[in-house]
């Protein structure tokens, strides 16, 4: 292997690691819900959660890093230049995030002021890590930027992938840089932070996952070039437009004209269109040579991150976002549902294809099957579509019982939260959150283990 895919292997096990962190305090998070008093002023549930989204993030961004690692010397067929620093930059990442972490677990109350900020937590969501935990994260994606644009030009080559890759650089870096404004007017604040969330954890994300996704389906199917440049040109002009004008269905909530509600609700919805069409255009192409591949699991995992983006990003995000529905959703566990089901369809599912094509290089098998990865496909995938219906349900008790009956006050919200409804929604998220994490389990112990060598000739899939 190349050094830079020994790199990546350590991102993977890091990513892998945190998962399981974003998994357990989850399941915690869960149980407040309907324990509200449970561990009160020993672990309170604002830490719990804030752990639960940010490991997610972190996690996540370990992934993507680790997945470039691992193609882009394979794409330009040199080592990735500078990769002692690149090295240097994982260690320091790893010892940041333990770091961060610890502080979050036993500093749970404290000043709102400048050393807080700069040491404690910035307290804002999804980014409520410290200022030099911040600065930390710029760096280490300066760097990576360095080693990706470093190794294109010491290649003399730049394919379609990898333009879209470099161009993609630029708002992966500067967009991040609204995490550090504190301002003090709150409409200001949140205006900035769903550029924020909505350009960086969303757009240009959703164009980095489209690019490992085109890496993969040429590995993993044989998909041509073409197919799969094409559909990643006119990702990155949806993203621009329609990602851009998306933002807008949060723009209303913070005392912006109405129209940003309908044109948001339109456009938002828009994004994941062209990652489902790339993998469907691979599906059909590789239809002619029937669905032949050497690698079930990473095959499977691609076709759950096209539906599941489309699904949770798209279909739920839509209609969550339509203005008739936002003025009674928004801010509830509906919210919550559709949040759950992006992130693992947009990106938890292409990482985790990932894993697998780097598990097969690993072993060095020709085939890579099996049955333990089936179960863990079955029940990460059960389980989270259990947890989203129940959130909605409970979501949907908020809407009407809060919302729409009750005229969203603090009464009404109590109210709802007590709701049999509500409640019943919160248990079944619990249940199947435990589903999730049984699915999580036998994914780590079908990745550690060696596979059993099959025949390539049983490497063919069934037609759909």
């Not at 900020?117 to 999804?126: A, D, E, P, V």
């Not at 990106?347 to 990932?354: D, N």
């Amino acid at each position: 292997m190349y050094r830079s895919q020994k790199l990546s292997l350590r991102y993977y096990t890091a990513a892998v690691a945190l998962f399981g962190v974003m998994i357990v305090f989850g399941l915690l998070s869960a149980l407040y819900y309907l324990y509200p008093a449970m561990l009160y002023n020993v672990f309170d549930f604002h830490m719990s959660k804030i752990m639960h989204i940010d490991t997610l993030v972190i996690w996540l961004l370990m992934g993507f890093l680790g997945a470039v690692y691992w193609y882009l010397p394979k794409e330009l067929g040199i080592e990735v230049e500078g990769m002692w620093l690149a090295e240097l930059m994982f260690w320091i990442f790893c010892v940041a995030v333990a770091i961060v972490a610890l502080v979050f677990v036993f500093v749970q109350y404290g000043s709102a002021n400048e050393f807080s900020m700069w040491f404690i937590n910035q307290g804002r969501k999804y980014v409520e890590a410290p200022r030099w935990a911040a600065i930390g994260i710029v760096v280490v994606m300066a760097v990576f930027a360095y080693n990706v644009i470093a190794t294109c030009i010491k290649a003399r080559k730049m394919t379609g992938i990898m333009w879209v890759l470099v161009l993609d650089l630029i708002p992966l870096l500067a967009v991040y840089l609204d995490a550090f404004p504190a301002v003090t007017n709150m409409s200001v604040d949140l205006y900035w932070w769903w550029w924020l969330v909505h350009m960086w954890v969303e757009s240009t994300w959703e164009v980095l996952i489209g690019c490992v996704m085109a890496l993969v389906l040429m590995d993993v199917m044989g998909t041509s070039r073409r197919i799969v440049e094409t559909w990643l040109y006119i990702e990155v002009m949806l993203v621009l437009g329609a990602g851009i004008l998306g933002l807008g269905h949060h723009y209303f909530w913070i005392g912006t004209p109405q129209y940003w509600l309908g044109i948001g609700g339109f456009f938002s919805a828009l994004e994941p269109l062209p990652l489902l069409g790339m993998v469907v255009h691979a599906i059909y192409d590789a239809g002619t040579h029937r669905m032949k591949t050497t690698n079930q699991p990473a095959f499977f995992w691609i076709t759950a991150e096209a539906f599941g983006n489309f699904i949770g990003a798209g279909i739920w995000g839509f209609m969550m976002t339509l203005p008739q529905i936002n003025l009674f959703s928004h801010g509830t566990q509906w919210t919550v549902s559709h949040g759950h089901f992006a992130f693992y369809g947009a990106y938890v599912c292409g990482i985790i294809a990932v894993l697998y094509v780097a598990k097969q290089q690993t072993s060095g098998v020709d085939m890579l099957a099996g049955r333990a990865w089936k179960w863990g496909f079955g029940l990460l995938n059960f389980g989270m579509v259990g947890m989203v219906m129940g959130l909605l349900l409970a979501g949907m008790a908020q809407a009407f019982y809060g919302r729409a009956i009750g005229g969203s006050t603090l009464m009404a919200f109590t109210s709802a939260s007590e709701n049999a409804w509500f409640v019943s929604g919160m248990w079944a998220r619990l249940f199947f959150g435990f589903v999730f994490a049984a699915g999580y389990v036998v994914l780590v112990y079908d990745l550690l283990t060696a596979p059993k060598r099959v025949p390539v000739t049983r490497a063919r899939l069934e037609p759909a």
